[in-house]
């Protein structure tokens, strides 16, 4: 018994050990209380963990539980780091890809301490027509066949510019190939 708390207590202290910090998320038409995100997963001291940097699941409406992605949207989903770091993860899958040359690069997930004390992790794009912005949201806007999504209609990107404005650009991007 000892033993079996013991074993409780370290594994309750590994998860303490790290967190999750928001980076973005991508909302939809279809059943819009259902929300996608994309999180950091960071060490105590603002540093990615480099075995799992990101995390991404569903909350569906008002439920605090989070969802992992299922079939279909998992297979779009599947992350490619192109770079790991403990203070910068670049990134992309198909989703990202089928948002069009705006996000062709991936992006850029970046972690660390701000002047005071406190850990912050941001997703960049570097985009060649407006420069680097800090995303926030992709909004895609779903076509349906009795109910089931079948295209995009197009995305909406929102996020920051270089200067701090809020930047919002609607894409006109279908997923049909």
Request: charged share 25%; with cysteine.
């Amino acid at each position: 018994m000892k033993k079996m708390m013991i074993a409780l207590l370290a594994c309750f202290s590994l998860n303490l050990s790290a967190s999750t910090h928001e980076l973005f998320l991508v909302k939809k038409n279809f059943n819009p209380e259902n929300i996608l995100h994309f999180d950091a997963n960071l060490t105590d001291d603002c540093k990615f963990k480099l075995d799992n940097p990101l995390h991404i699941y569903w909350i569906l409406g008002n439920s605090p539980v989070k969802h992992a992605p299922g079939f279909p949207e998992s297979s779009f989903l599947v992350t490619e780091y192109i770079e790991k770091t403990e203070d910068r993860v670049i990134f992309t899958n198909d989703a990202i890809k089928k948002v069009g040359t705006l996000l062709r690069n991936g992006l850029t997930a970046t972690a660390g301490m701000t002047v005071d004390g406190k850990c912050e992790a941001k997703v960049l794009a570097d985009t060649n027509e407006y420069g680097i912005l800090t995303l926030t949201s992709i909004f895609g806007d779903l076509k349906t066949f009795f109910g089931i999504p079948y295209k995009v209609n197009h995305f909406v990107i929102e996020g920051l510019d270089e200067h701090g404005e809020v930047f919002k650009k609607k894409i006109n991007k279908s997923l049909e190939k």
